[in-house]
């Protein structure tokens, strides 16, 4: 008796281990990267670095643009700084303006939604880097 119930506990779990990875390869799983939406997409075409000494201001080439871009993604209502290393915003609108505020101090960007421009401040230590730039998205 014992070995019947031994013998059909292995059929059951044979089966749902089975089933588990049928499951897995006919339903593909959730990946955070299908929601992800860029939200902003930024040229800038000036960059000033601050410190408590110098202010020094730089129009950028073509490269540096490109180095220097603007992403903030949308993930499922939740906005990451793509181009700052991925960490995380809060959004908030007001009037003409969508402001993107880092929690943890790392800066902000304000788009204006009239003229398709935007500021972005990084803040690293007591130093500041901003870049003014056109949005393309």
Do not use: C
């Not at 089975?18 to 930024?42: A, C, H, N, R, W």
């Not at 129009?59 to 991925?86: C, H, P």
Request: positive net charge.
């Amino acid at each position: 008796m014992i070995e019947i119930l031994i013998m059909k506990s292995k059929y059951i779990l044979n089966r749902n281990l089975f089933l588990l990875i049928l499951m897995m390869l006919v339903y593909p799983t959730y990946s955070y990267s299908q929601d992800k939406k860029i939200e902003v997409l930024g040229t800038p075409f000036v960059k000033v670095e601050s410190n408590s000494n110098t202010t020094t201001r730089y129009e950028l080439t073509k490269k540096q643009n490109k180095e220097y871009q603007l992403i903030i993604t949308d993930v499922g209502g939740r906005f990451y700084w793509e181009s700052r290393g991925g960490k995380e915003l809060l959004k908030s609108n007001s009037g003409i303006y969508s402001n993107y505020v880092s929690p943890v101090g790392a800066g902000y960007i304000k788009v204006s939604t009239m003229d398709n421009t935007y500021i972005e401040h990084i803040h690293q230590g007591l130093n500041t880097l901003t870049y003014w730039g056109i949005v393309q998205k």
